[in-house]
């Protein structure tokens, strides 16, 4: 009963540094998230993915990158970290209802990926 | 920004039940209200949602008035373990895109 999990955990790392951030879910969702968030503030989005092959900018995409190529795999790349990307990320997933309708269907979320940047 | 208003705090004994308020005076026809909370340095865990209707499921009901402009979220036995943030989102069900959390209310169940 796996659902949505984040892979690594934690990590640090230096500026300018690159990695990526793995989720995977195993409830067939066509729709998957990345998400940040920062101390006393709500959660932000980063990128989205309606689908295998596809990914669309959320509200703070600068300095992150996306690939969706299996539909159960959402990655998030960061090129050169900085310390402004220091953050939770947490990944999320969505049932589709079709045709485009489906996001009022309720997102599962992983347990977060806390990342720092030194 | 955020289209609802929660209380900051919330303290519950165990065992009693639960009422989160939330307002959303500005809420339109085509949007959900949805439920989510967050247990200290979890993700987000999805409670309930609704359009018109109160829904209830295993862990929670949710009341709507009728003119749709609050809701309550309703624990009906709260335990320790529901101590956390609670998120009450209003969201277009036919649009892309994030869901929006605002400061949420901290509810702390005290034994």
């Known amino acids: 009963n796996a659902g949505v999990t984040q892979t690594p955990k934690f990590r640090v790392l230096k500026t300018g540094q690159s990695m990526t951030l793995l989720c995977a879910q195993d409830?067939?969702?066509?729709?998957m998230y990345w998400y940040r968030q920062d101390p006393g503030m709500g959660l932000r989005l980063i990128h989205y993915?309606?689908?295998?092959?596809?990914?669309a900018k959320g509200e703070v995409p600068d300095g992150y990158n996306v690939s969706r190529l299996k539909k159960q795999n959402f990655l998030l790349g960061l090129e050169s970290a900085a310390p402004s990307q220091t953050s939770v990320y947490f990944c999320?997933?969505?049932?589709?209802?079709?045709?485009?309708?489906?996001?009022?269907?309720?997102?599962?979320f992983g347990d977060g990926t806390r990342l720092s940047i030194l | 920004d955020a289209k609802t208003t929660q209380p900051p705090s919330m303290d519950c004994a165990e065992g009693r039940a639960a009422n989160l308020p939330c307002n959303h005076s500005?809420?339109?026809?085509?949007?959900?209200v949805y439920w989510y909370r967050q247990i200290h340095s979890q993700g987000p865990q999805y409670i309930i949602h609704?359009?018109?209707n109160n829904e209830t499921n295993e862990m929670a009901s949710l009341i709507i008035t009728e003119d749709r402009k609050s809701s309550t979220l309703i624990l009906p036995h709260a335990t320790l373990r529901d101590t956390a943030v609670y998120y009450c989102?209003?969201?277009?069900?036919?649009?892309?895109?994030?869901?929006?959390f605002g400061k949420g209310t901290k509810l702390s169940v005290k034994p």
């Open positions: 500005t809420i339109s026809g085509n949007e959900y």
């Open positions: 409830m067939n969702h066509e729709y």
């Open positions: 989102i209003v969201r277009d069900g036919g649009s892309q895109g994030n869901l929006i």
């Open positions: 993915s309606v689908g295998e092959g596809t990914t």
């Open positions: 609704g359009l018109k």
């Open positions: 999320a997933s969505s049932y589709s209802m079709g045709s485009g309708r489906g996001f009022n269907q309720p997102q599962h």
